[in-house]
């Protein structure tokens, strides 16, 4: 009876072992799993200013800025502008908003016209985690 409870034991401990696996230090490729998505303002909609903006993310979690935590980051969003790759860090200036303080939404003043808004997920030293942690919409605000 306690040899199995062992053999137990030891199956358990081997499955939690791989399940923990090591995690992504700082800031590696994301995985399949891991994303950002906007909750709202919708693609193609057409929305007034200030418009409501809601950050999505999947497979990672939100810590505010200051060290570079496996897994973790906050949130940027970008204005009419690219997207910086993987690594660099993102400048901050009227294109190039911060959420450090783990802000997930934002009510941001946009003049009338098309504008393409872009999420991008950064490790806690504003080094982006790239394309596979970035989403975009295209909006038109009245
Ligand atoms: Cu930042």
Known sequence: MQYRFAVLLAAAA?????????PPNGNTPPSAAQGVYF????????????????????GMTVKPAGEIVAGTGHHHLLIDAASPKQGDVIPA????????????????????GNHVLTMQFADGLHQSYGDAMSASVRITVQ
């Open 39 to 58: 909750i709202e303002p919708a693609d193609g909609s057409t929305v007034s200013s200030p418009v409501k903006v809601k950050f999505g993310l999947k």
């Open 14 to 22: 081997a499955l939690s072992a791989c399940v923990s696996s090591p």
């Open 93 to 112: 200036d009227e294109k190039h908003l911060h959420f450090g303080k783990g802000q997930t939404e934002t009510e941001l003043k946009l003049p009338p």
